[in-house]
């Protein structure tokens, strides 16, 4: 038998080779624009080199891109004389038997703080209070700010919607600066308190705290509130404000957790049905708009549903933490 050609090449449509095929089988059909009586597969060596090449990231193998798509895949092969000639499809094909997407890319965030028993007792404290029932003197309010909110004032009013015809919205708007929305959550109504403000520092946190304090009636004697570890939440004022007011009790999650401050979920509401098409005249308008959308969601609150398995996940990922 004659000695394999240094370069293999594909024919027609050229399938790659499967999980189930074998080191001998995938040699024998292995393919050279030379060899017309050869069959249509890679042989192994060109998926090893191709999942090697696939798990490593672009720029370390010389060549500029931020991440590999089929393509580029094909052609890297290529340049590298371990084929003559490769499709896409092909490529995709063999990264799919070896569940690869090197095309996608996923965020995650190295924590700062251990994921110990301390870590496991605040995530615990924070279901609690969402889960617990509560006595008729105390609330748990999620407190949060949505910041650089922009009115954006279209150069042409934005037109409703026709019959065969969708909401027509200018392209081009002003800019007129922003706001930030300072807003708490009750998680047993789904009620929602709100302040705009166009600063965010301390003393328009104080300004919402008041105006909240001023709406929760004197029956609530225990205000439990879920914020982030922000410092303005925790300032030099806010305390001396919490000082004087000791119904309100803040309660910080680990840092990096605000996904279980349920006022973000309620965020994402307003995005979704107020401000994703932004078009106001002025902050003015902005703020009134906000605060009348507030008013509407309170006319038919609900809570979200939450229970101890919401951080099921995260606690289990504290276990061996949690045995040592």
């Known amino acids: 038998m004659p000695p394999p050609p240094d370069k293999w090449a594909c ?46 990231r672009p720029q370390d193998q010389g060549v500029s891109l931020s991440l590999w798509d089929c393509a580029e895949l094909a052609r890297k092969l290529v340049a590298d004389g371990v084929v003559t000639g490769i499709s896409p499809q092909t490529v995709q094909r063999i990264l799919a038997a070896h569940q690869l997407k090197p095309w996608r890319q996923h965020y995650w965030l190295s924590p700062q703080v251990p994921r110990d028993a301390a870590f496991a007792a605040q995530v615990s404290h924070i279901v609690e209070l969402y889960t617990r029932p509560l006595a008729p003197w105390e609330m748990v309010v999620c ?81 439990h509130v879920v914020l982030d570890n922000l410092r303005m939440h925790k300032g030099k004022k806010v305390q001396a404000w919490l000082k004087e007011h000791p119904r309100f009790v803040f309660h910080h999650p680990p840092v990096h957790c605000s996904w279980m401050n349920q006022v973000e979920q309620w965020f994402g509401i307003l995005q979704r049905k107020r401000l994703a098409l932004a078009d106001f005249a002025d902050k003015a308008a902005l703020a009134k708009q906000l605060l009348a959308f507030v008013a509407y969601w309170n006319e038919h609150a609900h809570p979200f549903n939450w229970t101890t398995k919401s951080a099921a996940k995260v606690m289990a990922k504290c276990q061996f933490s949690l045995a040592a």
Do not use: W
């Open 11 to 56: 024919v027609r449509d050229i399938c790659a080779n499967g999980p189930t095929v074998s080191c001998a089988t995938a040699r024998r059909g292995c393919t050279t624009r030379n060899d017309p009586a050869a069959s249509r597969s890679f042989p192994p060596e060109v998926a090893l080199h191709l999942v090697k090449l696939a798990c490593e």
């Open 143 to 223: 407190v949060d700010e949505k910041t650089s909110i922009q009115p954006r004032k279209r150069l042409s009013p934005t037109r409703p919607a026709q019959p065969g015809r969708p909401v027509l919205v200018e392209h081009e708007y002003e800019r007129l600066g922003a706001l930030n929305l300072f807003a708490g959550f009750d998680t047993r109504t789904g009620k929602v308190y709100a302040h705009t403000a166009e600063r965010k520092r301390q003393v328009e946190f104080i300004a919402f705290l008041e105006k909240m304090d001023r709406e929760v009636p004197a029956t609530i004697t225990t205000i």
